[in-house]
């Protein structure tokens, strides 16, 4: 029984990377990955074949197949920012564009993951009206930041990074018109890599799925995070797990050196990214 059911298990991950793979090599032959019937098509059959539990090892895979989970990655990456830019220039046509913000069509899953996220913050953070947050790779629709802002920490100051000045003038252009959020939500043009002791005032930091589309690159982030977060802080990271790790990077406990892993929750239902949070522990030299 035992056996048969490796067998299984085997063909099913062997349908699952066939399967993904001819999404990817469809995905390859498209001019643009910009908002069009073709790109919404192909990376809906993506995220479905992404979404049921799978025990697959994206780490173990062969070296063609970790390729085309790079390549996806960053396809996966560059699709995000184009979606969120189309949607957010959209947004700022309005007058009060948060007003229309469920126009863009995964806002329920960004509730959802506010939601856990701000349950996940609420056990372990001292403070449970933070001063400060920073959101590192905020992007051009800002959501995190937005519905944490709005339906959870309603005191709290966000602090928006991101290196692409347009997506923070675009981000910037959809809280302008509202009294409350305009004040509360800052965004620096800044490579989070160039801030040092001002990584110090924050009690929370969250660290975007898409900063770091590979290991070498997440690590350095988080290297640097550990070098100069306060000690006490926390540090809330977007994951993945099984065969979602073919959308976004993984992060394991043992890339977070100087930080003590408190939690890592693997949702099973659309909210595609797992959430990991962890302590600063101590400064590092």
Partial sequence: MGSLGSLNS????????????????????????KPSRDVNTLFTQLVLACIPPSPIDVTKLSVTDQGIRSNLIRLCGEAEGLLEAHYSTLLGTYDIPLDHINVFPYYTNYIKLGRLEYT????????PNPNHIAFI?????????????????RTTTFHNYDIDISANALASNLVAPDPDLSKRMLFHD??????????????VVFLAALVGLNKVDKCRVIDHLAKHMAPGSLLMLRSA?????FLYPIVEPSDLPGFEVLAVFHPMDEVINSVVVARKIKNIK
């Fill in 10 to 33: 085997c063909n099913d991950e062997e349908l699952l990377i066939q399967n993904i793979s001819e999404i990817y090599n469809n995905l390859s032959t498209l001019e643009s990955l």
């Fill in 120 to 127: 996940i913050l609420s056990n372990y953070i001292t403070n």
């Fill in 241 to 245: 797990h099984g065969a979602r790790g």
């Fill in 137 to 153: 790779g905020s992007g051009p629709l800002p959501l995190t930041s937005i519905v944490l802002a709005s339906n959870h920490l």
């Fill in 190 to 203: 800044t490579d989070i890599m160039d801030v040092t002791n001002g990584l110090y005032d924050y009690e």
